[in-house]
Nanobody
């Protein structure tokens, strides 16, 4: 099994920045594509960003393109989400997961709260 733990969430003013981290353990990190999802109260979980096993390919939801950047450091078994120009509508619990293109498969972290005030 794979265990994932996220950290770096918090409260930030609109226009500010946060960097989320997700540390993985349990199986070979480089075996997995990795990604981020988010979920706001009363809304469905939605895709945010994904990165390939070697880090050479990335994919983003239209709502975050140009503002968020996903990256990974395989030597540290960690994936990151740099979030710039944050908006109140970015407020959600952010989750990292393996195999982000297969929402009903893979492993999920416990989530970290991001709150953006206006």
């Amino acid at each position: 099994q794979v265990q994932l733990v996220e950290f770096g969430g918090g409260l930030v003013q609109a226009g500010g920045s946060l960097r989320l981290s997700c540390a993985a353990s349990g199986r070979t990190f480089t075996s997995y594509d990795m990604g981020w999802y988010r979920q706001a109260p009363g809304k469905e979980r939605e895709f945010v960003a994904a990165i390939s096993r070697g880090g050479s390919s990335t994919n983003y939801a239209d709502s975050v393109k140009g503002r968020f950047t996903i990256s990974r450091d395989n030597a540290k078994n960690t994936v990151y989400l740099q979030m710039n120009s944050l908006k109140p509508e970015d407020t959600a619990i952010y989750y990292c997961k393996t195999d982000p293109g297969r929402v009903n498969m893979g492993y999920w972290g416990q989530g970290t709260q991001v709150t953006v005030s206006s």
